[in-house]
């Protein structure tokens, strides 16, 4: 048999092993993705962006979104298009005792819609760092952060969140040598503390915040134990937020997803769905409350 011939029956032959499957996929929704995180005394911040199928990498922001909101049914005002998929205006505060509305509106697409308020910040009484505090089960030590806070009728959902300082290497161009910043960077945490354990979100991930409620403590004063394996020098800084129900939500479904954002599509795993307080869209528009405690660990 000559070449040319062997070679078309081997084509032939491969064709007919070739198995066409019918996948039934649905089509990706046309929605806006609309995401803002709000406190008391800043201005509101909101990103939008639209989804797309993956893998298009194409520019998924939006800058031409009319983004409206509303306190008690009023109109507030607009916010401006200040940088790729960001709109925000000074003069367009949140204050505690509001009900805040969101309405976003792009050529397109439904309008996207979502509700939410402001609750009771709750201010950290103190923090201790304990050096070494325990052994895990794979005989490595730990240190410990005991973080004390009264909770309150008004505040019911928590998260929180460690900060080491790094230094920073800068090139200074004009002067020809390295400068060095201090940055606060997360730390990852884990935690065997009851109100922890009870939501069920701890992984081998390590997340750099936790999340949980005040069921186990309601009206009380509560110190939290917080674990991590990082070698802290000097300072950390403490960050105790308040949320909303939303805020809780999203948060605690956030932790949950992470792992699988940087994980291949095309391998077989059950990804946890983003939780998601937005109506005709898909995102998180929610308000929290902030107390920053700054500890020195060598005055403990």
Same mark, same amino acid.
């Given at each position: 048999?000559?070449?040319?011939?062997?070679?078309?029956?081997?084509?032939?032959?491969?064709?007919?092993?070739?198995?066409?499957?019918?996948?039934?996929?649905?089509?990706?929704?046309?929605?806006?993705?609309?995401?803002?995180?709000?406190?008391?005394?800043?201005?509101?911040?909101?990103?939008?962006?639209?989804?797309?199928?993956?893998?298009?990498?194409?520019?998924?922001?939006?800058?031409?979104?009319?983004?409206?909101?509303?306190?008690?049914?009023?109109?507030?005002?607009?916010?401006?298009?200040?940088?790729?998929?960001?709109?925000?205006?000074?003069?367009?505060?949140?204050?505690?005792?509001?009900?805040?509305?969101?309405?976003?509106?792009?050529?397109?697409?439904?309008?996207?819609?979502?509700?939410?308020?402001?609750?009771?910040?709750?201010?950290?009484?103190?923090?201790? #760092?304990?050096?070494?505090?325990?052994?895990?089960?794979?005989?490595?030590? @730990?240190?410990? =952060? %005991?973080?004390?806070?009264? *909770? /309150?009728?008004?505040?019911?959902?928590?998260?929180?969140?460690?900060?080491?300082?790094?230094?920073?290497?800068?090139?200074?161009?004009?002067?020809?040598?390295?400068?060095?910043?201090?940055?606060?960077?997360?730390?990852?945490?884990?935690?065997?503390?009851?109100?922890?354990?009870?939501?069920?979100?701890?992984?081998?991930?390590?997340?750099? #915040?936790?999340?949980?409620?005040?069921?186990?403590?309601?009206?009380?004063? @509560?110190?939290? =134990? %917080?674990?991590?394996?990082? *070698? /802290?020098?000097?300072?950390?800084?403490?960050?105790?937020?308040?949320?909303?129900?939303?805020?809780?939500?999203?948060?605690?479904?956030?932790?949950?997803?992470?792992?699988?954002?940087?994980?291949?599509?095309?391998?077989?795993?059950?990804?946890?769905?983003?939780?998601?307080?937005?109506?005709?869209?898909?995102?998180?528009?929610?308000?929290?409350?902030?107390?920053?405690?700054?500890?020195?660990?060598?005055?403990?």
């Amino acid at each position: 048999m000559n070449r040319p011939l062997s070679m078309l029956m081997f084509f032939v032959l491969l064709s007919s092993c070739i198995k066409v499957v019918e996948l039934d996929v649905e089509d990706l929704p046309v929605q806006l993705v609309v995401n803002c995180f709000f406190t008391e005394n800043e201005p509101f911040k909101v990103n939008v962006s639209r989804l797309v199928e993956y893998p298009d990498l194409s520019n998924r922001n939006i800058d031409n979104a009319q983004v409206l909101i509303f306190e008690n049914n009023n109109l507030l005002g607009q916010l401006n298009h200040i940088s790729d998929s960001i709109y925000t205006n000074s003069s367009i505060i949140p204050k505690r005792g509001h009900i805040y509305k969101i309405e976003v509106e792009v050529p397109g697409y439904p309008t996207a819609i979502a509700t939410d308020n402001l609750p009771l910040k709750v201010p950290i009484n103190n923090c201790t #760092y304990k050096l070494e505090a325990g052994i895990d089960g794979e005989g490595d030590s @730990y240190d410990q =952060l %005991i973080i004390s806070f009264n *909770d /309150i009728d008004s505040a019911d959902f928590y998260s929180i969140q460690v900060f080491n300082i790094w230094e920073k290497g800068v090139y200074n161009e004009t002067m020809d040598f390295w400068e060095y910043i201090p940055v606060w960077y997360p730390i990852e945490l884990f935690s065997q503390d009851p109100a922890i354990v009870a939501e069920g979100t701890f992984n081998d991930e390590y997340p750099n #915040y936790l999340v949980f409620n005040d069921a186990l403590f309601k009206n009380k004063t @509560y110190n939290l =134990l %917080i674990n991590t394996y990082y *070698d /802290i020098e000097d300072h950390l800084r403490i960050i105790l937020e308040t949320g909303t129900e939303d805020y809780y939500l999203y948060r605690k479904r956030l932790i949950k997803h992470e792992p699988y954002s940087y994980q291949d599509p095309f391998k077989p795993y059950d990804p946890v769905q983003l939780y998601s307080n937005i109506e005709n869209g898909l995102g998180i528009f929610a308000g929290y409350q902030r107390d920053i405690f700054d500890l020195t660990i060598a005055e403990n």
